[in-house]
């Protein structure tokens, strides 16, 4: 039996598990994906940045892992996945605190 042909049976057997695993690969995807839009951006700029895609990334991408381990019952993988999500949205947070300053600053300037 081919490998897409095992695949498959093992999809129609199994759907609850081919949902969990494709959420799996879904979240390590998206999280994946801030690399290339780091890299892509600092090319870009032709020096190293941190774009706030990247971060956007790392916490939809983190969340999306956090459910598929939370799913598989693995209290090390919730652990590990879980911490840095308090980071990430912690970025965010002092990204648009920045902002929010930098426009209070303009009107008041202008």
Do not use: K
């Not at 609850?16 to 979240?27: K, P, Q, R």
């Not at 892992?65 to 999500?85: C, R």
């Not at 912690?90 to 605190?97: A, D, T, Y």
């Amino acid at each position: 039996m081919g490998l897409m042909t095992h695949w498959y049976a093992l999809a129609v057997q199994h759907p609850y598990d081919t949902t969990w695993t494709a959420i799996g690969f879904l979240g390590q995807g998206v999280f994946g994906a801030r690399f290339l839009i780091q890299w892509l951006r600092s090319e870009a700029e032709g020096r190293s940045v941190i774009p706030i895609a990247f971060w956007y990334c790392s916490l939809v991408g983190g969340l999306i892992s956090l459910a598929y381990v939370i799913h598989l019952q693995s209290v090390p993988l919730v652990m590990g996945q879980s911490a840095p999500l308090l980071i990430y949205a912690r970025n965010l947070f002092l990204i648009f605190r920045e902002r929010a300053a930098l426009r209070r600053a303009a009107r008041q300037g202008s």
